[in-house]
């Protein structure tokens, strides 16, 4: 790489220069600014202490030893203390020439090491998948696919929260107002149906809670003493125990839920290599916790209830299991934290959730490590921000959520729109059409949600995110369908790209921008898979495409008379295309071959 061969050139510059050798990683390269001609720049700064002399100077010496003697440098210039490098042309032909014959450019083969396992997803079944669940199956699908990109062995897993105090309220809102409805007798998904009775239930217990401050009681004790809330503790006791009836409504409502959100993730074409559900994990969850009793690691009060105590590292008591014997959050992840290592041995066992969770997952692998689990270390939490709409934020049991299925829907139909209104699909068949409308609607939803850092909280506009100018997925994906566009027309002209054998020409600013652009495809998924920041990838690939877009207008690539310049345009065009699909492959979405 040429920053490699930078660094080690300055390295023996000052050496010969200054009579004293430094590590080869003390060299700080960055991209030259824009406002400044270079294609890379090093600061002189921490040579000064060996060069004793002034910034300007020491960057002038450095930067015509390395003109003289190395082949790859064929210019440079200073401002002030940073020396700016110009690469030469013959560089960065060579440099293409390696990179355009390989369609798998910038992608390493997946390893059989020890894996990666990621949990995203991760839903309740009282209701169904939301605005905030596109973020986080997002997210938890673009990491996975840069992960494997750098190599690594990927395991992708979901935790259904399939028990709990909140499935509960669902279930009983069913038994007391539903009338025995199903999804089939309503018309509903399985998954809104039952998340409609989430709401009821809320609904009736607010009623209940208001009740009883009229009554005289305070608020805490209103909630305490709400018949409703009285009433799904004692569901969630019944489920515990293995109450044939509870049990029974338990599975069947499950199964509506499943059903649905099967269907919202072959729209969203995510997939697992496996799922873990609450209800099989938490009883591992409570052997832990017994265990550390035993040990001494965990105390157990006088009304039945186990604790952790955690103030000596910052924390504060956590519960582990309530009075009643029933579990907590924290109970079943012990369990499904400890079956996940058992089987797959991960290298790193990444949770995908949000930033509300971070004080929970601090707690989770501090919990793991008091109970001598060393592997406990290899736990991250992937820390994302909310997502909200322009109106503000969502509440699952206000009902003011963007339902997922709905928000697919509308981004389709508004692509259709949109697509309609330029013209863009007149002389396409209609199941043509259909599927162009489906790729541009959700390939605009994911690459406005991952084109934002994951720890940053974030507006979510539709109207926004479908404009075909821009940063937009729309954007890019028009990008890629007009290269391929001019390769057809090279094709039916007889064209090849397929030789590829050095071009002796000097190149324009523009094709050399390309290529630059190309060569960082590779550090760009390094640094996405380090950070795990899919935002890397997403920013790249519209700053490729907007590279291509101002070289296609100030260059011919079929009309250049220079038939040999014209089919390097032509490969540059079409190595170009392959990384932009790429790219956008990395995050999950598709790119049309015509619009």
């Known amino acids: ?50 060069s004793k002399k002034a910034p300007e100077v020491t960057a002038q010496e450095i930067g015509t030893l390395l003109k003289l003697n190395v082949s790859e440098i064929a210019d440079f210039n200073v401002i002030k203390g940073f020396l700016n490098l110009v690469i030469s042309d013959s560089y960065w032909g060579k440099k293409f020439l390696e990179i355009a014959p ?11 090491e020890n894996p990666v396992v990621i949990e995203f997803s991760s839903p309740n079944t009282n209701k169904p998948l939301h605005l905030g669940h596109i973020r986080n199956n997002l997210l938890g699908w673009s990491v996975s696919q840069i992960l494997k990109a750098n190599g690594k062995n990927v395991k992708m897993v979901n935790l259904v929260n399939d028990r709990g105090i909140h499935i509960c309220k669902s279930m009983l809102a069913h038994q007391l107002f539903g009338n025995n409805e199903t999804p089939e007798s309503t018309g ?27 009554s005289g009681l305070n608020k805490e004790e209103a ?24 049990l029974k409504l338990w599975t069947l409502m499950n199964s509506w839920v499943y059903k649905g959100f099967d269907q919202t993730y072959e729209k969203l074409g995510i997939l697992f290599d496996k799922t873990y559900h609450e209800s099989s994990t938490y009883l591992l969850g409570k052997e832990l ?45 012990m369990g499904t934290a400890l079956l996940r290592h058992k089987d797959y041995s991960p290298e790193k066992l990444i949770y995908v959730v949000g930033n509300e969770q971070n004080y929970h997952f601090d707690v989770l692998k501090k919990i793991l490590a008091r109970l001598d689990y060393q592997w406990s270390q290899d736990i991250y939490h992937l820390s994302y921000g909310m997502v909200e709409l322009p109106e503000g934020k969502m509440k699952s049991r206000e009902g003011t959520v ?23 699909t007149d002389d396409f068949p209609e199941e043509e059409a259909e599927n162009l409308y489906r790729i ?23 109207q926004e995110s479908i404009d075909f100018n821009g940063n937009t997925g729309p954007f890019i994906q028009y990008t890629h369908a007009r290269i391929c566009s001019v390769l057809r027309k090279a094709d039916l002209e007889n064209f090849s790209i397929s030789q590829h054998s050095e071009f002796d020409f000097e190149l324009f600013e523009k094709e050399k921008s390309l290529i630059k652009l190309l060569n960082e495809f590779p550090e760009t998924i390094a640094n996405a898979g380090k950070f795990l920041d899919p935002s890397l990838i997403a920013n790249y690939v519209y700053e490729l495409a907007k590279e291509f877009n101002g070289f296609y207008h100030e260059h011919s690539i079929l009309n250049e008379p220079d038939e040999t310049r014209s089919i390097f345009r032509l490969s540059l065009s079409n190595c170009t295309a392959n990384v932009i699909k790429n790219s956008m492959k990395l995050l999950g979405i598709e790119v049309p071959i015509r619009m």
């Not at 959700?442 to 539709?462: Q, W």
């Open 102 to 112: 390989d369609s798998d450019y910038g992608l390493q083969k997946t390893t059989e």
């Open 223 to 246: 909630e305490q003493k709400a018949p409703l809330m009285i009433q799904a503790k004692d569901m969630l006791k019944k489920w515990e125990d293995n109450d044939t009836e509870t």
């Open 440 to 462: 541009l609607g959700l390939g605009a939803l994911k690459y406005f949600i991952l084109k934002v850092d994951p720890k940053k909280n974030m507006t979510f506009n539709p």
């Open 289 to 333: 916790v017994e265990q550390g009793v035993q040990k001494g690691v965990f105390v157990k009060k006088e009304d039945g209830s186990v604790w952790i105590d955690m103030t000596e590292e910052g924390l504060d008591e956590k519960l582990l299991l309530r009075a009643d014997g029933t579990s907590v959050y924290i109970t079943q992840d």
């Open 402 to 424: 963007v339902d997922a299925d709905d928000l697919i829907d509308e981004m389709i139909e508004t692509a259709r729109i949109t697509t309609t209104e330029l013209g863009k």
């Open 188 to 214: 509903m998904k399985g998954d809104k149906l039952v998340g409609k009775y989430y709401v009821e239930f809320d609904k009736k217990y607010k009623e209940q809670i208001s009740e009883g401050i009229e």
């Open 1 to 50: 790489m040429i920053s490699e061969i930078i660094s080690r050139n300055v390295a023996e510059a000052i050496e010969s220069l200054y009579g004293q050798r430094i590590q080869e990683a003390q060299v700080q390269i960055e991209k030259t600014n824009k406002d400044f001609s270079g294609d890379f720049t090093v600061v002189v700064f921490p040579f000064l202490r060996i």
